[in-house]
């Protein structure tokens, strides 16, 4: 059961996303007016367009004054525009501080000058770094392994302050692995995507390491019940993981993707990537106790829909 939100005026930064359509869909159809900040650098026009009354500005979240723009009579920001991904960050570390670090401080800014009542941020595992331990709770240590993850948990304390600085409330959302309609193929992007989109064209599936190392993933209607949870919680701020509280080999997870699509590809071995961990498993009971979070997407589910959402994609 989704948070009850309705009639309110919200902004939906990075709208156009993946993450962010799925999120503008629920607001939509639970009768919220909705604006959209999003520069459609890795965003789509399309995943917008069966809902004509969301407004979209095409601007950047490092343009102070769209942001402003985009936040005034907002009641509820939803902060979801980010330079994602450990690999996009090693490769250009400027650009994902310059989106992640001063465009959140942009959104803050505009939410503290607006008014705002309750900012929703998206942030991510990947601020833990290697895991001490198993499963992760949200007071385990942070030692981020990429830029990436810096990034994400300078975002958070900037979050937090502001919210201890200012009335306004802020919840912070750690996601670990999320994947669902929407999230299309990119080789910087997730495992799930990579995977099923080269299994559909035939491609060989790249498995680093043993593929025995294993991940939490999250499909991403779980993460829009989670964040319209966060958006309807009354005098509430603090720090959230949003995962399955299950986790998959990567070997098992190919074995189902290949199932699901009646694959035939090839399936090859390489070295292990740098900042990515062996293991991932969230404690989600904070999330549980306090916001109401329960997912309800399995896996096995999860994937069958994706993978038939892809072919659709593939062959329009």
């Not at 917008?48 to 490092?62: A, G, M, Q, T, Y």
Request: glycine share 8%.
């Amino acid at each position: 059961m989704m948070g009850e939100l309705h009639n309110k005026r919200v902004l939906v930064t990075g709208g156009a996303g993946f993450i962010g359509s799925n999120l503008v869909a629920e607001l939509v159809r639970s009768g919220n007016e909705v604006t959209v900040l999003d520069n459609i650098s890795s965003g789509y026009r399309s995943n917008l367009k069966p809902f004509p009354s969301v407004r979209l500005i095409e601007k950047d979240i490092r343009d102070r004054n769209a942001v402003e723009e985009a936040a005034r009579d907002c009641e509820i920001i939803f902060h979801l525009a980010a330079s994602v991904g450990n690999k996009r960050s090693i490769d250009d570390p400027f650009n994902d501080a310059s989106v992640n670090v001063l465009g959140t401080l942009n959104v803050l800014e505009a939410s503290r000058n607006a008014g705002v009542k309750k900012v929703v941020v998206s942030s991510s595992a990947g601020i833990f770094g290697e895991l001490k331990y198993l499963p992760i709770k949200e007071d385990h240590p942070v030692e981020p392994d990429s830029p990436y993850g810096c990034t994400k948990l300078c975002e958070e304390k900037l979050s937090l302050a502001y919210s201890k600085l200012y009335s306004t409330e802020v919840i912070c959302l750690r996601y670990f692995n999320v994947y669902g309609p929407n999230q299309r193929f990119d080789a910087y992007g997730n495992a799930i995507p990579i995977f099923v989109f080269r299994m559909l064209r035939g491609e060989p599936l790249y498995i680093y390491g043993t593929g025995e190392q294993t991940r939490d993933f999250v499909h991403v209607d779980d993460v829009v019940q989670a964040n319209m949870l966060a958006a309807s919680a009354l005098e509430i701020s603090g720090v959230f993981n949003i995962a399955s509280g299950r986790s998959i080999t990567v070997n098992r997870l190919v074995q189902l993707i290949m199932d699901y699509g009646k694959g035939t590809s090839v399936i090859e071995y390489t070295s292990r990537r740098p900042g990515d961990v062996l293991h991932s498993l969230a404690d989600i009971g904070s999330a549980s106790t306090v916001l109401g979070y329960a997912p309800s997407v399995s896996i096995e589910e999860g994937l069958r829909s994706y993978v038939a959402w892809a072919r659709e994609e593939i062959s329009s």
